[in-house]
């Protein structure tokens, strides 16, 4: 028997066996993963809304003062958070927690509580450049009609923003699933702490992690496809119909976009 | 007279640089104002101060004789009362033509849906748009999302209408369909305040013309005057540069 089949039939063998393990390290993959992003998604569009508040001349000072701290602990957070690893943030909150509160908490939530605040630091600045984006007309006109800057924000800057942000935000997400890995430190059962489990049961580690690569590989892409998709459908047709002609009022002419 | 909007001694510094100094001036229901000007000299500043999109230094902005800038009456609500047409059209990319024409309705006049909708088809009927409901603003030309422009600051139905130099980001053979829409506008009496470089528009609707320079109203009269017969040399000298183009 050459190397090569014995190799290729360990493969096998070790999938066929232990296949329930990698599947359910790939399922705590997945769910750390998406909550991790959809949670931090939404502290991103929080502090990416608070931190673009507009001061002027009508602020008054005691709201400017207030704004001003806000804003401070906002940036610590983000600095904090973006500034150090998620694996060594990982071992201070749930050993931290543990020391200190005397919680005792269990891995999975642990790891969707680290992921999401570590992503929440990420996608904070990138709400931010979001809004930052948009062009200032759009503000202008839509103050101009008597909209508030909440009304603003809601019906016509963040629809843009989001949309602008949404190939950073699958970014986030494949990285969230690549990296929920380091919690293994933790003890979450995630896809890379099953597979050192089955490769210290079998010790066989090449072969294992061969498998755990292509279920990774899966998922990101997978995942990238799906966001893709949804990208495309937000965008909505490039095309749109006329409604009635000048000279035959219930024609329908439907115009393809030139731009797309 | 009704005065809509009056102007008194209005400032207005970026840094060091002084944009309008003592600005007295005043619009009436129903006229046609047309502030000409070289590039630099205010006009557009001076019409963002009034809409609140500048806020000016010092001076005081009467609306039906009541200060705006008093803090007594909403910037939204104030601003609402006064449509804005820009020059680089504006129009929300993230709405169709006709939710751009009804968004503000709903949302700051709190009038319902259906009915908001009737009145954004009306205007957009009335600028030639409304076969183009459907459609995004980044699949239409550029007169025609000004046409929506102005469809969208009627629909708010304000006292009066701002413009920005509404034709100067249009290619030369997009300009005539937008100024047709507004000598419309103007026949049919709505108040105007038209920041232009458009001399033949500016003497055929005018009722009134400013003249500004460096930051002052030099001269404010009507358009025969200011054409024919200007007082003021700094108004000669710019008259005879621009008509001569």
């Known amino acids: 028997m050459s190397a090569e089949s014995t190799f290729f039939t360990w493969v096998y063998f070790i999938f066929e066996n232990n296949w329930p393990l990698f599947l359910m390290g790939a399922r705590n993959t997945l769910i750390i993963s998406l909550t991790g992003t959809i949670i931090g998604f939404i502290i991103g569009i929080l502090i990416g809304i608070i931190r673009t508040i507009p001061m002027d001349e009508n602020t008054s000072i005691p709201a400017a003062i207030a704004y001003k701290i806000t804003n401070f602990l906002l940036l610590c957070y983000i600095e904090v958070f973006r500034g150090t690893p998620m694996i060594v943030q990982a071992m201070v909150v749930f050993y931290g927690a543990a020391m200190l509160y005397n919680i005792h908490l269990s891995p999975i939530p642990a790891g969707i509580f680290i992921v999401s605040i570590n992503t929440g630091a990420y996608m904070a600045e990138i709400v931010r450049g979001g809004i930052l984006s948009v062009d200032k007309g759009q503000f202008e006109a839509a103050h101009s009609i008597g909209m508030t800057h909440a009304q603003t924000m809601a019906n016509i800057v963040l629809p843009q923003a989001i949309r602008n942000i949404l190939p950073a935000t699958s970014n986030e997400f494949v990285i969230n699933i690549k990296d929920t890995s380091v919690l293994s430190v933790i003890s979450v059962t995630e896809l890379f702490f099953m597979s050192k489990s089955v490769a210290g049961i079998n010790y066989r580690y090449f072969e294992v992690f061969l498998i755990t690569c292509i279920i990774y590989f899966i998922m990101t892409f997978t995942v990238t496809r799906i966001l893709r998709y949804m990208e495309v459908r937000l965008d909505g047709p490039s095309a749109f119909t006329i409604h009635g002609s000048q000279t035959v009022p219930e024609a329908e002419i439907r115009i393809v976009g030139r731009d797309k | ?245």
């Not at chain 2, 001076?59 to 804005?84: P, T, W």
């Open chain 2, 1 to 245: 007279m009704d005065e809509i909007i009056k102007i008194k001694h209005l400032r207005k510094v970026f840094g060091a640089n002084e944009v309008l100094k003592d600005i007295n001036f005043s619009v009436s229901k129903g006229e046609v104002v047309c502030i000409i000007g070289a590039s630099g000299s205010g006009k557009s500043t001076l019409l963002r101060c009034l809409n609140l999109l500048e806020y000016p230094t010092s001076g005081e902005i009467l609306y039906h004789g009541q200060n705006i800038l008093m803090h007594n009456m909403s910037n939204a609500v104030y601003r609402a009362k006064l449509g804005m047409v820009f020059q680089q059209f504006n129009l929300f990319n993230n709405l169709s033509v006709l939710d751009n024409c009804v968004v503000g309705q709903v949302k700051v006049l709190k009038r319902d849906a259906k009915s908001a909708r009737k009145t954004a088809m009306d205007y957009l009927e009335l600028v030639g748009m409304s076969q183009f409901i459907k459609a995004k603003p980044n699949q239409i030309s550029g007169g025609q999302k000004q046409r929506v422009a102005i469809a969208r600051a009627l629909s708010m139905e304000p006292e009066a209408l701002l413009f920005d130099e509404p034709t100067s980001a249009l290619d030369p053979e997009l300009v005539g369909e937008v100024l047709k829409v507004m000598k419309n506008l103007a026949r049919s009496g709505l108040t105007m305040l038209v920041v232009t470089h458009e001399m033949g528009f500016a003497r055929e609707v005018a009722n009134r013309v400013v003249f500004m320079d460096s930051g002052v109203i030099v001269e404010d009269d009507v358009p025969e005057v200011i054409f024919n017969n200007p007082s003021n040399e700094r108004t000669r000298v710019f008259l005879r540069r621009v008509l001569e183009e």
